[in-house]
């Protein structure tokens, strides 16, 4: 008879799966954290919330652990999976998050914050702290919010993606003057990748069709379009053609009289130059 297999008791959730991954090779050589930590470089307050569950860590140091444990890839490959994991997500933004995942391009339309895709992590942490998240929860969402970042920066299939924002998105700062500064230069630095597109419709331009709408179109692998609609309260994913034709129908016109390419670079250079320098800490 056919040797059974053995099934582990491991978690089938890929972020508790990685979690226990890390736990498992740490214990299995008998090491400490504080071993870790000397080992691999991280603190090792970074290497127990990565084992709890608290965070995923970045790539860095993931890699890192990989070439310390001679795994492979193996906990790449599971960090990857934990950070697309859907699961993470409000159940009502799960079917979205995997479209999203698999479209072909995407175009938005953001009404007053920074699209989730061009987030930071301090831009999507005050966000999401206005929105009641708090502790491991509000960590938590932050990983899943930043983390879909990654779409826009793979290598070889990287989805074209339009963003188009409104001024109030540039005129509307974070606390942390300098978190806003960072904020910026990512819009910066994003806006002159060949994949990303991304322009300023002005106030001069007057009401649009989308005044008050957030608005994320997909263009699936089927050549089907999907819209998702969002405001402060509530978010929607529309699948019928004919609103998403008129949602669209919106955007172009919207996107008929907003800045160029340059004027939209240059008008978020300005709205760099307008953030206060820190202080300098240097000795008069």
Known sequence: MPQRVVVTALSSEPRKRFAQELRRLRTQRGLS?????????WDASLFGKMESGGTL???????????????GSLLLTLWEMAVGDPTQFKEQYRRYM??????????????SIVPGLLQTDAYAREVLSLGGYRGKDLDRQVEARTGRRKLLERLDDS????ALLSETVLRTPLRDGQAWRRQLEYLVEAGERPDITIQVLPFGAGLSGLVSTDVMFLRLLDGTTVAYTEN???????????????????YDAMRDVALSL???????????????CEPSTSAM
């Open 33 to 41: 954290l504080r071993d870790l930590q000397k080992a691999v470089g």
């Open 57 to 71: 860590g970045g790539p860095e140091v993931v890699q890192a652990l990989d070439q310390y444990y001679g795994t």
């Open 98 to 111: 995997m479209l999203e995942s698999e479209a072909t391009s995407l175009w938005q339309y953001s009404v």
């Open 159 to 162: 989805p074209p993606f339009r």
């Open 232 to 250: 402060a309260h509530r978010g929607e994913l529309i699948e019928e053609n004919a609103p998403v034709e008129q949602l669209q129908r919106a």
């Open 262 to 276: 340059p004027e939209s670079q240059s008008f978020v250079l300005r709205m760099l130059e307008e953030v206060p």
